[in-house]
């Protein structure tokens, strides 16, 4: 099953866009969707650390540099530049890959089994 997707607020184009006000409205409601997505994709990272078996496969350089170019690419299409595409998502990996480092050793050192019945409700 997939998840569940909820709709992106409704905002002001930029050009409509008239006063301080205006574009600080659009600029919250797009942070929270943005807030929204980024609890989702760490739902996400929490549910790989406990599949994942080993602190050392917490990074893997290979699919985090796929990722950045395709995410780089993707972002020229949509007029965001690359730079701070980039810049985002390795804050947001590295973020990631220590988390998942640290969760995946607390498991080991307590002597839990990888992808048991003690994965949290909010990860399912
Ligand atoms: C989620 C993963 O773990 C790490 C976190 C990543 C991410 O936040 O996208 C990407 C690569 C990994 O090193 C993964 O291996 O895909």
Redesign the pocket.
Known sequence: MFAKQERMTDIKRPADCHTKADIRTAIDALDQDLLKLFAQ?QG??RR?AELKQRPDE???HD??ET?VAALKNRAEDLGLEADQAEQVWRV??DW??AY?KRTIAARLEKGQAPNTSWVSKETR
Do not use: G, P, T
């Open positions: 994709r996400y990272v790989m917490a990074f893997d699919r985090i990722m947001l990996i990631n890959v998942e």
